[in-house]
């Protein structure tokens, strides 16, 4: 639908219109080139981190039917997202180092607008989703696996999948009304929607509103229901009367409560930088916390506070050893 709404939008513009302008620059972090292979090669680790650890949970979910539970379902989800998240900025800024350009064209810019929107808000759902789920099995353990069942789950999955997606429609849609005068230059090194409309020279001032009242209503609800889940989750767990027990019912929500911090708490980070100091080089920066580094640590915390991750991973990695011996001619190597 996306691509309708690009195709149309270009199309029918006329010869005189301003938004003729079919490329945008990406500043990037920094135009000294002897920085440049060092932050390609940051970059490029980072990124291979991310999608190998959260591919390897995906792995570890699917093939340990004793994971086949709502938690690591939607953690399964979450990976996924995290993976698709990274890859709509990371890929491009790599290719723009690598080749020494900065250009994307309108329809790339928007195409990866409506991508990072979309995956951005699919993280605060799941997230939510999580925390709900973490809710039931603490709150109402005897009932969990009835109130959590498998149709459930998917119309959880599925909804935040579609609420997401038609935010993003609206989002790039709005986006498309604006026009833009001259060669644009967009100081970050991904088309992030802020600065995208900050460079519009029609009127922005419906943009401005829809983006801030979507960001409110999704990204305040979304915020509202996990801590209604985990005000719930900590009374239930203050009526425990042994310490192992109330040990027991926090680790299981050690791991998403770790998650949920560190994406909440990097974004949140980013606007308060960018306002305080008005830079948008720190607020380049800034962002680089909930785009990057949140999905590259997200495997790692659910696997390092996770016995039965752990348990999976450590038996994936045997057959793996396995297999790549018996390749090899050792298979009878002790």
Not at 146 to 173: H, R, T, Y
Not at 192 to 213: P, T
Not at 309 to 332: F, T, W
Request: aromatic share 14%.
């Amino acid at each position: 639908m996306l691509f309708l709404f690009l195709d149309s939008h270009i199309h029918h513009m006329e010869p005189g219109n301003e938004t003729k302008i079919l490329e945008f620059l990406l500043l990037g972090f920094s135009e000294e080139p002897e920085l440049q292979p060092l932050i390609f090669g940051l970059f490029l680790f980072m990124y291979l981190i991310t999608v190998f650890g959260n591919l390897l949970i995906i792995l570890a979910v699917s093939s340990d039917s004793y994971l086949h539970t709502p938690m690591y379902f939607f953690l399964s989800n979450l990976s996924f997202v995290d993976i698709c998240f990274t890859s709509t900025t990371i890929p491009k800024m790599l290719q723009n180092i690598r080749t020494q350009s900065k250009v994307i064209t309108y329809e790339g810019c928007i195409t990866q607008m409506y991508f990072f929107v979309l995956f951005a808000v699919l993280d605060m759902f799941l997230l939510t989703v999580m925390a709900y789920d973490r809710f039931v099995a603490i709150c109402h353990p005897l009932h969990y696996m009835v109130i959590m069942n498998p149709q459930l789950c998917g119309l959880l999955v599925l909804v935040s999948w579609i609420m997401s997606a038609l935010n993003s429609l609206l989002q790039s849609a709005m986006v498309l009304r604006l026009s833009f005068c001259t060669y644009m230059e967009i100081p970050h090194f991904f088309c992030e929607i802020n600065q995208l409309i900050q460079l519009a020279c029609s009127d922005m001032f419906l943009n401005e509103i829809v983006m801030y009242f979507a960001a409110a209503i999704l990204g305040g609800g979304s915020f509202t229901g996990i801590l209604y889940s985990y005000s719930k989750i900590v009374s239930s767990i203050q009526r425990i009367s042994s310490a192992q027990g109330e040990y027991k019912a926090f680790s299981t929500c050690a791991s998403h409560l770790s998650v949920v911090s560190l994406f909440y708490c990097t974004c949140l980070g980013v606007y308060l930088s960018s306002a305080a100091t008005h830079s948008s080089h720190s607020s380049v920066v800034a962002s680089v916390m909930y785009t990057v580094v949140t999905p590259m640590l997200n495997p790692f915390i659910y696997s390092l506070r996770n016995k039965d991750i752990k348990r999976a991973l450590e038996r994936i990695i045997r057959k793996a050893v396995i297999k790549l011996l018996s390749v090899l001619g050792l298979k009878n190597y002790p």
